[in-house]
């Protein structure tokens, strides 16, 4: 016993210090063991975060977590165009990676930062001139708009934060370096929760901002991690290195990446929309509805994200092996992720059912916010084994450059099934939240479910990119 414990640090260690990066050989199960302790240890940071800022911003009041919860609904958006661009770029830099080709990896890590840096500037001119009608379109009162209008302002004018840090910790896990990823966002996150009580609530010298250190905190913690991203891309001794030869517009590159993109950034841009649609219909039934929902998906994203590091060890491992040219493994390594996660989360999801009303305590104590938070994070962690499923097998369909087949189950899943569904049970059934937490149970599993029989046709081994 002693030595399997002596053993699991070990190989805790080698994780989390990034220093093995081939695995497209050896045992799987230690493969993904390397690969996905820094990725959830990432994401469990990221989690983290969600939930402190909701904990502070939460003491300000009922309108300042309804600006956070309609603010984050828009900024869903630019997380779309991000985390598409990344799925881009972790899926031809992990087969450049298994093909044993860093140089090409180096060339299409920096032809994905370019679009990504033009989608940030149309996206902070909007966000800066017109945050104010931004709020007042996604339903907020005019008194919340009053209040929320600057930090919206700079959330979304500083958008290029977010953009960057997800892109470039994509490149990234793409080549493996998931230890690199990892370390990025402790900074970016860790910074800012140092910060956000600091400029929330003023300490010494410096000024209570309010609602507006929040947005601020947000943008420095991420901006020195994104200042930390690049110096490891420019000066760093990892698997991508680029150089002067690599900053050319490369259009044949750019025209690849933008092609997985389109898929990735679809397929997010489909679930966002649709949990926008879900933020409006929750709106009808007051700021109380909107805040509880807004705390129960903090929470959510706790757990949530951690289990998403899991399905991105997925998305990096098919890249590899499909490189490698062993698609066979990249199968089973994606199987393998899944039952892993299908327990993590089942687990979670047995503690939510207990203890729900515990936790949002934590976050709140008026009466009816509460209320619809604790109902909100019963019923839809009661999907949690299906979501296990469907998260790892979609991020495998996108790490092996098949971004399609996800973007075709969202569409009928969330547009198709899980926006028209809410609306009937909330609005015409008068069931209320409830009708909406119960569009995201069914729909999310219906997903889950094409999810795994589409993946076990294969047809996304012969993917090329």
Not at 101 to 126: F, R
Not at 183 to 188: D, E, F
Not at 256 to 273: D, Y
Request: aromatic share 10%; proline share 3%; hydrophobic share 55%.
């Amino acid at each position: 016993m002693l030595s399997g414990i002596a053993r699991f640090f070990q190989l805790f260690k080698i994780a989390v210090t990034g220093s093995e990066k081939e695995f497209t050989t050896g045992s799987i199960n230690r493969a993904i063991f390397l690969l996905s302790i820094p990725m959830i240890l990432e994401m469990a940071m990221e989690s983290l975060f969600a939930v402190v800022d909701i904990y502070f911003v939460g003491h300000l009041g009922v309108n300042a977590i309804t600006t956070v919860g309609l603010t984050e609904s828009v900024l869903s958006l630019v997380y779309t165009g991000a985390m598409g661009l990344s799925m881009a770029a972790t899926a031809m830099i992990a087969r450049r990676t298994g093909e044993k080709d860093p140089d090409g990896a180096a060339h299409a890590a920096v032809q994905a930062l370019y679009p990504g840096l033009m989608v940030s500037l149309l996206v902070g001119v909007v966000g800066i001139f017109f945050s104010k009608d931004i709020l007042l379109l996604m339903g907020a009162a005019k008194e919340v708009a009053d209040y929320g209008v600057a930090y919206t302002k700079i959330v979304l004018g500083g958008n290029v934060v977010v953009i960057l840090l997800f892109l470039i910790n994509g490149i990234f896990r793409g080549a493996g370096d998931a230890a690199l990823a990892m370390r990025t966002l402790w900074l970016a996150n860790g910074l800012n929760i140092l910060l956000c009580p600091l400029l929330i609530s003023g300490w010494g010298p410096v000024p209570a901002l309010g609602l507006e250190g929040a947005a601020i905190a947000t943008l420095i913690g991420r901006g020195a991690g994104v200042t930390y991203q690049l110096y490891h891309l420019v000066r760093g001794k990892g698997l991508i290195r680029i150089t002067k030869k690599h900053l050319a517009p490369v259009w044949s590159l750019i025209i690849s990446v933008l092609k997985i993109a389109m898929g990735a950034t679809a397929q997010m841009l489909i679930a966002s929309a649709s949990w926008i649609f879900l933020v409006r219909i929750i709106s009808y039934f007051g700021k109380d509805a909107v805040a509880g929902y807004t705390i129960a998906i903090r929470v959510m994203i706790f757990t949530i994200l951690p289990a998403w590091g899991m399905a991105n060890a997925a998305a990096a491992l098919v890249g590899q092996n499909l490189g490698a040219q062993q698609p066979e493994r990249a199968a089973t390594s994606a199987w393998r992720a899944a039952f892993f996660n299908m327990i993590f989360l089942g687990l979670v999801a047995i503690v939510f059912m207990v203890g729900s009303p515990g936790i949002i305590s934590f976050f709140t104590n008026d009466a009816e916010v509460k209320a619809i938070a604790v109902q909100c994070l019963r019923l839809v962690s009661a999907g949690y084994i299906f979501y296990a499923f469907g998260m790892v097998l979609t991020q495998s369909f996108n790490g092996a450059g098949d971004t399609r087949t996800p973007m075709m189950i969202n569409l009928f899943a969330m547009w198709m099934f899980q926006m028209p569904l809410a609306y009937t049970l909330s609005v015409w059934l008068k069931m209320g939240p409830e009708g909406v937490f119960w569009s995201i149970v069914l729909a999310e599993s219906a997903a889950a479910i094409a999810a795994i029989l589409l993946f076990r046709r294969g047809a996304w081994k012969a993917v090329k990119i």
